[in-house]
Nanobody, 122 residues
Framework: QVQLVESGGGLVQTGGSLRLSCVASGRTFSRAAMAWFRQALGKEREFVAAISRSGDSTYYTDSVKGRFTISRDNAKNTVYLQMNSLKPEDTAVYYC???????????????WGLGTQVTVSS
């Protein structure tokens, strides 16, 4: 398993941008598909975006398409989530997660970070 640490969250106004980072420990990062999930207060954890091991393929939930971009740098053991045009409904704790293959089912992910809070004010 890899250990994951997220950073980059914060408070931003509607329409603003944030870039989340997730640094992984260990030498298996390049063999892991990565994803970002989020969980708003009182709601279930939901899929946001995923990226293949090589970074060639990316996937997004409909509500963030065209606004969010997932990317990875295997040399730095880091996955990113660039979030633009943020909306109040994007407010949540954002988690990165690792899996053996690309998925949007949280049950398929074996490693999770502790999360970083993103708050979008109206």
């Amino acid at each position: 398993q890899v250990q994951l640490v997220e950073s980059g969250g914060g408070l931003v106004q509607t329409g603003g941008s944030l870039r989340l980072s997730c640094v992984a420990s260990g030498r298996t990062f390049s063999r892991a598909a990565m994803a970002w999930f989020r969980q708003a207060l009182g709601k279930e954890r939901e899929f946001v975006a995923a990226i293949s091991r090589s970074g060639d393929s990316t996937y997004y939930t409909d509500s963030v398409k065209g606004r969010f971009t997932i990317s990875r740098d295997n040399a730095k053991n880091t996955v990113y989530l660039q979030m633009n045009s943020l909306k109040p409904e994007d407010t949540a704790v954002y988690y990165c997660a690792a899996a053996s293959a690309v998925s949007w089912n949280p049950r398929d992910f074996t490693s999770w970070g502790l999360g970083t809070q993103v708050t979008v004010s109206s």
